[in-house]
């Protein structure tokens, strides 16, 4: 069982990196949607959001509900356990490296031209 000490500790922590939680998120959106093969509009219509909605949450932009979240992983056909899979490590990885995050979107929009 978890010491309230220790809880105070995690939530901090997760308090310190959540802009990174959020470009952690939308990443991982974003590697589901497209091994899924859809492209940010058909998503977006699948979903049933605009496709600038889905724009500002793949780049971590958009603090997203929980209706939300669980519209997503539902059209991704995987659990919100499986969505949330590794953000927490992937946020702290980019807090630790924020340049990795310019330099994945300089990359990303290389191989869309």
């Known amino acids: 069982m978890q010491t309230l000490e220790t809880f105070k500790q995690h ?7 959540q802009d990174y939680l ?4 939308g990443q991982r959106i ?3 949607r497209a091994k899924k093969g ?6 977006a219509d699948f979903v049933g959001v605009h496709r600038t909605f889905v724009g500002t949450i ?10 939300n979240l669980a519209r997503i992983s539902k059209a ?5 356990a499986q969505l949330l899979s590794g953000v927490e490590k992937r946020a702290e990885a980019l807090s630790k490296n924020p340049s990795s995050v310019a330099g994945s979107l300089r990359a990303e929009k290389r191989t869309r031209r």
Not at 38 to 43: G, K
């Open 22 to 25: 959020l470009r952690a998120l």
């Open 76 to 80: 991704l056909g995987i659990t919100l």
């Open 30 to 32: 974003r590697d589901l």
């Open 11 to 17: 939530t901090s922590r997760l308090l310190g990196v």
């Open 58 to 67: 793949e780049r971590g932009e958009s603090n997203l509900s929980f209706h």
């Open 38 to 43: 859809y492209s940010q509009e058909s998503f």
